[in-house]
T-cell receptor, first 115, second 115 residues
Framework: DGGITQSPKYLFRKEGQNVTLSCEQNLNHDAMYWYRQDPGQGLRLIYYSQIVNDFQKGDIAEGYSVSREKKESFPLTVTSAQKNPTAFYLC??????????????FGEGSRLTVL | GESVGLHLPTLSVQEGDNSIINCAYSNSASDYFIWYKQESGKGPQFIIDIRSNMDKRQGQRVTVLLNKTVKHLSLQIAATQPGDSAVYFCAEIPNSGGSNYKLTFGKGTLLTVNP
């Protein structure tokens, strides 16, 4: 089955630790995204990538880092510099040209809790 | 409507009734709009999209209406079912004809369907 796989589903972190959230897609999509969702809030864009080895900051990139070494993978690292990292993190992918470019395919999310 | 703090706008309907979920947008350059459905603990799923050269678009049991004059978007769900219970987000893309395909999401509306 084609889709987006995020892991882990739940993650606990102590303050001061970096953590990396995994996102893999087998949809052959060029674009990938990371969003953060807080209770009762919409989705806020952290980083996005249109092509391998290139990525751009979204609206709330501070305290986060990403890499795009492979088309299928777009891991997100939540660093100790992120002041309020407890949230639900969603990875998504999409085509770049043609069709419904607004149609993002989302993973099931990773819930990060800082203890 | 606008959400305040952690409280989403909510809509409660009886099974079988029609639902109307509203969304206001502020960016006059937005020319492509999408509705997403997010069930509890999952990632959002695409429902329907509409481009700014249209006023109305219909899907299966859903209709999206766009009023560019007042920057308003609505999602109508016919014969609402318990499985429609979810948070619904509108999203917009400004200048979508170019290379921009970065979505901005609204805060969402919680739809509860009572049996």
């Amino acid at each position: 089955d084609g889709g987006i796989t995020q892991s882990p589903k739940y993650l606990f972190r102590k303050e001061g630790q970096n953590v990396t959230l995994s996102c893999e897609q087998n949809l052959n999509h060029d674009a990938m995204y990371w969003y953060r969702q807080d209770p009762g809030q919409g989705l806020r864009l952290i980083y996005y990538s249109q092509i391998v080895n290139d990525f751009q900051k979204g609206d709330i990139a501070e305290g986060y880092s990403v890499s795009r070494e492979k088309k299928e993978s777009f891991p997100l690292t939540v660093t100790s510099a992120q002041k309020n990292p407890t949230a639900f993190y969603l990875c998504a992918s999409s085509i770049v040209r043609g069709g419904r470019t607004g149609e993002l395919f989302f993973g099931e999310g990773s819930r990060l809790t800082v203890l | 409507g606008e959400s305040v703090g952690l409280h989403l706008p909510t809509l409660s309907v009886q099974e079988g009734d029609n639902s109307i979920i509203n969304c206001a947008y502020s960016n006059s350059a937005s020319d492509y709009f999408i509705w997403y459905k997010q069930e509890s603990g999952k990632g959002p799923q695409f429902i329907i999209d509409i481009r700014s050269n249209m006023d109305k678009r219909q899907g299966q049991r859903v209709t999206v209406l766009l009023n560019k004059t007042v920057k308003h978007l609505s999602l109508q769900i016919a014969a609402t079912q318990p499985g429609d219970s979810a948070v619904y987000f509108c999203a917009e893309i400004p200048n979508s004809g170019g290379s921009n395909y970065k979505l901005t999401f609204g805060k969402g509306t919680l739809l509860t369907v009572n049996p």
